[in-house]
């Protein structure tokens, strides 16, 4: 609260770190920060994150969902056994049915445990995380997988952004090096045939070179 005395956040919290931006970079979010810290000093975050598959695959899925085809397979077998209990049930479909029926009714008593156990892992979980109690199997995990993808995704981001920056120094590096290489040879002075050239063309052009030559012929010198 305004106020302090924040013990923690709920999940749908998480959805809205990619919404807080740098003042600086409005590409730069508070997830891309999470993700860059958790990959320098948390390493070990990030590849539990990578194992999520799980929560992937139980974000899928609805228990409640689940419990109601469960409870829908054992009402489903509740009249054939009936029937082999009446006494009106002929020895035919007795013995077709009976060995079967004693099958299935195992394999449903293990589906009524294992989506008893999947029902009650889920509250521990809203109890642990303190979510409401009411709250979806579906809708918690979504919010857990939603949050690891933009995590691994943020991670890949900055891992690019990283390369990307590093290149572009190289460039502008190598740029400015052959930059500075050209400025020295520029201003190097001249020497030898070629600055002979551009010494004997500078002084054609600002008239040095005939006033030279003039004054030697008035002083009877030979030129060639």
């Avoid at 077998?77 to 009936?82: D, F, H, S």
């Avoid at 920056?165 to 190097?188: H, N």
Wanted: proline residues 3%; neutral net charge; hydrophobic residues 35%.
């Amino acid at each position: 609260t305004k106020l302090g005395q924040t013990h923690g956040f709920k999940l749908q919290s998480l959805a809205k770190i990619a919404d807080v931006k740098s003042p600086k970079n409005s590409s730069i979010t508070l997830l891309n920060y999470l993700a860059e810290i958790m990959s320098e000093q948390h390493k070990e975050y990030i590849e539990c994150v990578k194992e999520f598959n799980s929560v992937h695959d139980a974000a899928r899925e609805s228990t409640s969902e689940i419990g109601k085809e469960v409870l829908q397979i054992a009402n489903g077998i509740v009249p054939i056994q009936k029937q082999l209990e009446s006494a009106s049930c002929d020895n035919a479909f007795s013995k077709a049915m009976g060995e079967w029926v004693t099958t299935a009714s195992n394999i449903i008593e293990q589906l009524k445990t294992k989506n008893t156990q999947a029902q009650d892992g889920v509250k521990d979980l809203l109890i642990l995380f303190a979510e409401p109690p009411n709250t979806k199997s579906e809708d918690f995990f979504g919010l857990l997988s939603s949050f690891a993808s933009s995590i691994e995704q943020a991670a890949f981001t900055n891992s690019k952004r990283k390369a990307e920056a590093a290149s572009k120094e190289k460039k502008s590096l190598a740029k400015s090096i052959k930059t500075s290489k050209d400025e020295k040879v520029i201003s190097a002075p001249s020497s030898g045939p070629v600055g002979d050239y551009e010494s004997f063309m500078a002084n054609m052009k600002s008239g040095v070179s005939f006033l030279e030559r003039t004054k030697k012929v008035n002083q009877g010198e030979k030129t060639e």
